[in-house]
């Protein structure tokens, strides 16, 4: 089985980044929310990690 992580489409706020990691880990994208709320704010890393991840994830067609 070959998973692939995309850009959600439909679960989407900014970019659709933590509704594709969502539907890759198969969990709710609250809880995705959540952990980039915290590494922004706790480890200032969140904010790097989104923008890549939303320049460098294709999008599903």
Known sequence: ???KFYLS???CMVGGV???LAEYFGIDSLIVRIIFVVL???FCTGI???LLL???APRRI
Do not use: H, N, Q
Request: proline share 0%; aromatic share 16%; with cysteine.
């Open 9 to 11: 489409s439909t679960d």
């Open 18 to 20: 933590c509704g594709g």
């Open 54 to 56: 939303w320049i460098l």
């Open 48 to 50: 790097l990690a989104y």
């Open 1 to 3: 089985m070959d998973k």
């Open 40 to 42: 922004v704010f706790g």
